[in-house]
């Protein structure tokens, strides 16, 4: 059985990936998800110029069918965060560099910085939907979306993969930009805007009012989304959004995706998740016939 | 009470003052909590911070801490039927079996071990329990858990009660005495304290309660994680001797909010 993916130049050994944001403030934890966790890539938690705290708590509660976050991009800052990196590169799991940025000479600041960290691709949040000057502000903004990843691209040469929002009119238009501006990848999808009030109290429980909505809930439009953009862009997707069994990993690839990124699943099943969803991807296989990966990818479209 | 890891709005029940600067809230939350798990308590419009269990019966659920910032000033503030919300119960909790437990509290680390104690009593387990605090005024407990038969032991740094100095040399001085025989040791307090008594328990098994800063609590976000990816809100914060000795971190460094790591004070 040959699970194994391709994308651009990264080779992966599975096709599952911890999502940003997720275990992978510090060396350590991603550690603890290569060695015991069993993933075929890490993307680093999205990193910027200098520390941020992000929000104060409540930044994270569990509703009925998923997860509901407002972290606000807390991160050590790319000087400090560097020596995490340096310390899982001997581990030979392909890193992917997360990085945010307010404009197109931050990401380019960043890129250069990761590139020299040794990270194996990069991957552009923007994305994120509740913080101010970031992530989604740029990223719902088609031009925006094609300045940052021609200024990034003609300063790094390492694969770029760009993560959009489905908070969006139309993802389609914004990753049709991103190849055009020489992305490697499309990753979809970051989380859904949302929030949820406390009607006891009669306010909204996140010290930031609106967050991202993730897991199972979501799984849907990232769907939807990863369909969308097979149909109009030839470059290599990563699906993202609920996924937590190896059945909706195939959901993924069917609808275009080569890889899967794997976030608040971590909750849902532990950190050997991607253990279980890649023998679960083969089981399936196995019963349904099928010996590589590569021959389910976008099957759906009919 | 169908959400674990949503708050749920409760309303405080009572609160007393137990020491200087210390004070304890009791609320009504029906659901089970053992010894040495913890509490996300949302203040609304200020802040949401962990704070142990330092009470347990059926429906009434307790904290006791001690203020030092905007939340827990925030937080001594409130009086009975203000609300606050409460999720969890979080963390493992500890292991109480034995014939002899020590247990080691520094600062506001007996209000975590006090239920424990209170367990360990009412299994039958002798209690030898050592309390320490930067001065007199700010010992508290020390009645609830005589009235449980524990035998207690004081420090303080100042010596205005008790042995002056640190309640990790007082414990060394209690393990020396050959006439004490521990089958284990749980502590909860400053972690070069607990790193202290690490280093002088010998083979007598060890659990301590450690503090990482917290926001998730479901083992998400990767704040507190400590050593290999141990997350101090799913995986602790009670941790065995075996494991803490491999974790560098541990009595050395923390990370604040940004994920920056920084010295802990000794
Ligand atoms: C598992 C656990 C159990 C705890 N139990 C108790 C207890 O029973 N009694 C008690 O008095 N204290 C306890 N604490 C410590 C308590 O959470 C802090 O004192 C409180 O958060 C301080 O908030 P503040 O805004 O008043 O102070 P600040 O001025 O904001 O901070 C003072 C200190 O508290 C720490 N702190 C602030 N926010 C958090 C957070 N979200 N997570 C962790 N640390 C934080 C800061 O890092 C700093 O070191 C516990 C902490 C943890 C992790
Ligand atoms: C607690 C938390 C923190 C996150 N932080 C980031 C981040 O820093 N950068 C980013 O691009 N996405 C971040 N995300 C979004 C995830 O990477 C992912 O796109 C989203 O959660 C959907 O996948 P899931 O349903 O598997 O969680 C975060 C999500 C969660 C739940
Ligand atoms: S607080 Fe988020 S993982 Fe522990």
């Known amino acids: 059985m040959d699970i194994s993916t391709t994308i651009s130049s990264i080779k992966l050994k599975n096709p599952t990936i911890l999502a940003s944001g997720i275990m992978d403030e510090d060396a350590g934890s991603m550690q603890r998800i290569i060695k015991r966790g069993g993933v075929g890539a890490v993307v680093t938690k999205s990193i910027g110029l200098t520390a941020r ?39 030979q799991t392909p890193i992917i560099g997360s990085i945010y940025g307010a404009n197109p000479d931050e990401f380019i600041e960043l890129s250069r910085r990761m590139e020299d960290l040794d990270v194996d691709a990069l991957e552009l949040n923007l994305s994120c939907p509740h913080t101010k000057k970031y992530g989604l502000e740029i990223g719902c903004d088609p031009y925006l979306v094609r300045k940052i990843t021609c200024a990034v691209k003609e300063n790094v040469s390492i694969p770029v993969f760009i993560k959009l929002s489905p908070n969006v009119t139309s993802i389609i238009e914004l990753a049709k930009m991103a190849e055009e501006a ?87 099943r532990g950190i050997d998740i991607f253990k279980t969803v890649c023998s679960e991807i083969e089981n399936w296989m196995k019963k349904h016939g099928y010996k590589k990966l590569s021959d389910l990818i976008g099957v759906a479209h009919i | 009470m169908k959400h674990v890891n949503l ?16 004070k304890t809230l009791l609320f009504r939350y029906p659901r089970a909590v053992d010894p040495g798990q913890f509490f996300m308590i949302w203040i609304p419009g200020v802040d949401e911070i962990p704070m142990s269990v330092s009470y347990i019966s059926q429906d009434i659920k307790g904290i006791t801490f001690r203020r030092v910032g905007d939340a827990t000033t925030a937080l001594y503030k409130l009086k009975p039927d203000d609300m606050i919300g409460i999720r969890g119960p979080y963390g493992n909790g500890f292991r109480i079996d034995g014939k002899h437990i020590l247990f080691v509290a520094g600062g506001t680390g007996i209000a975590t071990l006090a ?58 001085q209690i393990l020396n005495k050959k006439r004490e025989r521990f089958n284990s040791i749980i502590t909860c307090g400053p972690e070069p304290m607990m790193k202290k008594l690490l280093e002088t328990c010998g083979d007598i098994p060890l659990q301590a309660s450690l503090e990482r800063y917290m926001k998730c609590c479901i083992g998400l976000c990767g704040q507190c994680c400590i050593g290999e990816g141990l997350r101090v809100c799913v995986e602790g914060p009670v941790f065995d001797g075996k494991t803490l000795k491999n974790i560098e971190d541990f009595g050395v460094y923390r990370r604040d909010p940004t994920g920056r790591k920084i010295r802990i004070l000794g």
């Open chain 1, 53 to 91: 705290r992000g929000y104060p708590n409540p930044t994270v509660i569990e509703l009925e069918h998923g997860i509901l976050n407002a972290m606000g991009l807390p991160n050590p800052g790319i000087d400090h965060y560097g020596e995490e990196i340096e310390k899982i590169k001997h581990l």
């Open chain 1, 182 to 268: 020489g992305a490697d990848a499309i990753v979809a999808i970051n989380t859904v805007k949302a929030m949820k009030i406390n009607i006891d109290l009669r306010r909204p429980i996140l010290s930031n009012k609106i967050g991202g909505y993730s897991g199972k809930a979501i799984m849907p439009i990232g769907v939807r989304c990863v369909y969308e953009i097979a149909e109009n862009i030839q470059i290599p997707i990563i699906g993202v959004g609920g996924i937590t069994t190896g059945e909706d990993a195939i959901e993924y690839f069917m609808a275009g995706a080569s890889a899967v990124q794997i976030g608040s699943g971590v909750y849902y």
């Open chain 2, 7 to 22: 708050p749920y709005i409760t309303k405080i029940t009572d609160s007393r003052i137990e020491a200087r600067g210390i």
């Open chain 2, 115 to 172: 239920p424990a104690i209170e367990k360990a009593i009412s299994k039958g387990i002798a209690s030898t329990v050592v309390i320490g605090a930067k001065t007199y005024e700010e010992i508290f407990f020390e009645e609830r858990l005589k009235n449980h038969n524990a035998k207690i032991h004081i420090s303080t740094d100042d010596g205005s009660r008790g042995y002056k100095g640190y309640a990790s040399d007082l414990s060394k």
